[in-house]
């Protein structure tokens, strides 16, 4: 029986063919098995969100060597990033499903007092989960975590740029997971492009806009709703109202992170020429803390995935003046954390997503200019401030458009599952993490239910025709 579908991508040798097969049997398969009604019990989502418990449980540690040889990311971050915050996400659904799962009582209108009404929490059948490299293990998990809760099918597809965490993926899920409402499909382009021919009932896609884009255009063809998570350029503005050592550290941390490749990195700084010297200051400090002389050679910091991307960063980092950082290893593609200063808006690191350990300083003398600066461009993921002035917090809160906003932090808000996360604009639509993932992979269905009592049908006689005016004013 079929278990994987792992179907090689063009020119990568990393994955293991267990069998192949063409992806419209696979969501076929996974469509007979929505139609047996099987997902739909309490019980079945349970057990399958206990199952992914156990499969965290039981190989943390292999994925957190996968990370490895995929991202050199270390153990903490593995387990911070990757495993805690799925292993967080069952339980948080284990916990609430039935409460999740029942139908919702609502207001009633007076022509309706009699009859019961309520929404019904459906599921929308075989859904698709596209994954992006930077976060391989989080990214396909997580969204199944509520595609199961909310009792759908779902066919998953990692990223082939972090081949060691797709092919543990695709090796360890059907062991746990029951094999025909929930299948893996590795691989490239070609084999996305295969997918997304397939009707789905939804798509959950992660990854660039520019490929958000496709995915958005196929699901046309269905008319199959989508959920876009994609990123952009979030800014940080900082002013001189902050504690500047624990700023410049939270700053950092979230640039650090996975080396600059997390879709809400913060992706440039907006701050004044006087507050640029200190924070430089404080940032040399601080990284010689954490990586010591050399970040290149510390485990705690990760790669760049692979070559072209390390090409890519490369090439920002040619056009610009370093204050900070700036060491570059081709043969491990890592690029050690880097402060970029005299940014002009019209320089390469500006004109796209930086993914990458590259942080630029514009400069702007007032928080209005930040603003114009931010507002001129696409919508980010996440605008970061820096400042105890609230005045100046709400004015970016009010006059800024983003996914999210987080004020004096970085990344900590993607934790949060009772807020949704997701993008606006070019940065994505929809959003997910917590109950918004199995509002996401539900449809509301409105239900109102009728009985056939006699008393009741004589007070609402008066909707039949013969229509006549007087009918009207006692309506
Ligand atoms: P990627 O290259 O891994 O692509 C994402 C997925 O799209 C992969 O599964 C890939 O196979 C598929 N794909 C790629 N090209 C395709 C094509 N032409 N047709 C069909 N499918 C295709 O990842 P990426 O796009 O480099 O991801 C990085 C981007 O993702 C960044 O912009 C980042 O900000 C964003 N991101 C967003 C979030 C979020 O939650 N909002 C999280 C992580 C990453």
């Given at each position: 029986m ?100 029942s ?86 382009i ?22 958000g ?18 990123g ?121 997503e ?14 209005q ?23 100046v ?10 996914g999210?906003?987080?004020v004096?932090?970085?990344?900590t ?18 959003a ?19 009985d ?24």
């Amino acid at each position: 029986m079929l278990q994987a579908v792992t179907c090689l991508p063009s020119g990568n040798n990393h994955l293991q063919v267990t069998e192949k097969e063409d992806c419209s049997l696979v969501v076929k398969r996974a469509r007979n098995a929505f139609q047996t009604g099987k997902t739909r019990t309490y019980q079945f989502r349970y057990n399958q969100l206990q199952q992914l418990l156990k499969l965290c449980n039981d190989h943390d540690q292999t994925f957190a060597k996968a990370l490895q040889n995929d991202l050199k990311k270390g153990k903490f971050e593995s387990y911070l990033f990757e495993i805690c915050v799925v292993k967080n996400e069952i339980k948080t659904a284990m916990l609430q499903l039935k409460e999740w799962m029942s139908p919702k009582k609502v207001k009633k209108s007076l022509a309706t007092v009699w009859d019961d009404v309520y929404i019904y929490q459906q599921p929308m059948g075989v859904v698709l989960i596209i994954g992006a490299w930077n976060y391989p293990v989080q990214l396909v998990l997580m969204p199944l975590v509520g595609a199961i809760a909310a009792g759908n099918c779902a066919v998953l597809k990692p990223s082939e740029i972090a081949p060691a965490t797709a092919e543990a993926l695709a090796r360890l899920l059907p062991l746990y997971l029951d094999n025909d409402c929930f299948q893996i499909v590795c691989g490239g382009i070609p084999e996305t492009a295969q997918l997304l021919e397939q009707k789905f009932d939804y798509i959950l896609y992660t990854g660039s806009s520019k490929v958000g884009k496709i995915v958005r255009e196929a699901a046309n063809k269905h008319l199959t709703p989508v959920t876009l998570e994609m990123g952009g350029k979030s800014p940080l503005y900082i002013d001189d109202t902050v504690n500047m050592p624990l700023a410049v550290k939270r700053i950092l941390w979230g640039k650090c992170i996975n080396a600059g490749q997390t879709c809400i990195a913060p992706d440039y700084i907006l701050c004044s020429k006087v507050l640029q010297v200190k924070l430089i200051k404080e940032a040399e400090k601080i990284l010689k803390e954490w990586f010591g002389e050399s970040p290149l050679k510390s485990p705690d910091y990760c790669r760049i995935i692979n070559n072209s991307h390390f090409n890519r960063l490369v090439e920002m980092l040619r056009e610009s003046q370093v204050a900070i950082g700036g060491e570059i290893n081709e043969s491990e593609t890592m690029i050690s954390p880097t402060i970029l200063i005299n940014v002009k808006p019209t320089d390469k690191v500006m004109q796209d997503e930086i993914f990458g350990p590259l942080l630029p300083i514009i400069n702007v003398e007032s928080p209005q200019e930040a603003i114009n600066f931010i507002n001129e461009r696409e919508a980010p993921l996440t605008c970061y401030v820096f400042t105890k002035d609230k005045a100046v917090q709400n004015l970016f809160i009010n006059t800024t458009s983003s996914g999210s906003v987080c004020v004096n932090e970085t990344l900590t808000h993607f934790i949060v599952d009772t807020m949704p996360f997701g993008g606006v604009g070019n940065s994505g639509m929809g959003a997910y993490h917590g109950k918004f993932t199995f509002d996401t992979f539900t449809h509301q269905k409105s239900c109102l239910v009728k009985d056939y009592n006699p008393i009741i049908e004589n007070l609402a006689s008066n909707r039949y025709p013969p229509y006549s005016d007087k009918k009207l004013t006692i309506m």
